[in-house]
């Protein structure tokens, strides 16, 4: 299986490629259009900043191209934020793939802390990602913004309040949690993604 992973100025990309190895599959790394296009699947990981990243990816290129890709796209965390329409990180302009604008959290409590970060549930999954889950299973967040609930929708987290931990529409799939980095969890979801 041909799998490409995004290659821009975000990070995590690493540990994406590592789970990828855990699975089997030799991942390439790549920035070029021809190799993404001929992929079997597309990974779009990324820790960072919305604006700087979306100018970075506009000045490539690179956002034409992930915007048009036909076979499945798995957007993970900052990758998630940069598939919806606008993010209120730096005022950033997204792909637009997902109708939904990324919303920053904000405290109700002293108890909310932000970044929300580690293990939280998933639940009323679904779609393919989520093939197999029967119950709520945990998985790792590390995240300040957040994709409001939609009609596309395929996970919800409750944290501060309900949110979209995963999205689907058409080819292109997205988690805000991070599944390199959720245990057995994780290695399951990326199996479903791979066997899509």
């Given at each position: 299986?041909?799998?490409a992973?995004?290659?821009?100025?975000?990070?995590?990309?690493?540990?994406?490629?590592?789970?990828?190895?855990?699975?089997?599959?030799e991942?390439?790394l790549?920035?070029?259009?021809?190799?993404?296009?001929?992929?079997?699947?597309?990974?779009?990981?990324?820790?960072?900043?919305?604006?700087?990243?979306?100018?970075?990816?506009?000045?490539?290129?690179?956002?034409?191209v992930?915007?048009?890709?036909?076979?499945?796209?798995?957007?993970?965390?900052?990758?998630?934020?940069?598939?919806?329409?606008?993010?209120?990180?730096?005022?950033?302009?997204g792909?637009?793939?997902?109708?939904?604008?990324?919303?920053?959290?904000?405290s109700?409590r002293?108890?909310d802390?932000?970044p929300?970060?580690?293990?939280?549930?998933?639940?009323?999954?679904?779609?393919?990602?989520f093939?197999?889950?029967?119950?709520?299973?945990?998985?790792?967040?590390?995240?300040?913004?957040?994709?409001?609930?939609?009609?596309?929708?395929?996970?919800?987290?409750?944290?501060?309040?309900?949110?979209?931990?995963?999205?689907?529409?058409?080819?292109?799939?997205a988690?805000?949690?991070?599944?390199?980095?959720?245990?057995?969890?994780?290695?399951?979801?990326?199996?479903n993604f791979?066997?899509?």
């Amino acid at each position: 299986m041909n799998v490409a992973i995004v290659k821009y100025n975000a990070g995590n990309v690493c540990s994406v490629d590592y789970a990828l190895r855990r699975l089997g599959v030799e991942a390439r790394l790549t920035a070029d259009e021809t190799e993404l296009r001929k992929a079997d699947k597309v990974i779009f990981p990324g820790v960072g900043e919305a604006g700087t990243t979306m100018a970075y990816l506009h000045a490539s290129g690179l956002d034409q191209v992930i915007r048009s890709l036909c076979q499945p796209v798995l957007g993970i965390c900052l990758g998630m934020q940069l598939m919806c329409n606008h993010s209120e990180e730096g005022d950033a302009q997204g792909l637009g793939i997902f109708d939904v604008d990324v919303k920053r959290f904000r405290s109700q409590r002293h108890e909310d802390k932000i970044p929300h970060m580690g293990w939280n549930t998933l639940s009323v999954t679904r779609g393919e990602l989520f093939a197999g889950f029967d119950k709520e299973e945990y998985v790792y967040f590390v995240h300040s913004y957040y994709v409001p609930l939609f009609e596309g929708t395929a996970a919800v987290t409750d944290y501060i309040h309900p949110f979209s931990a995963a999205l689907q529409k058409d080819n292109f799939y997205a988690t805000q949690f991070h599944p390199e980095k959720s245990g057995s969890v994780g290695e399951r979801i990326l199996h479903n993604f791979l066997a899509l």
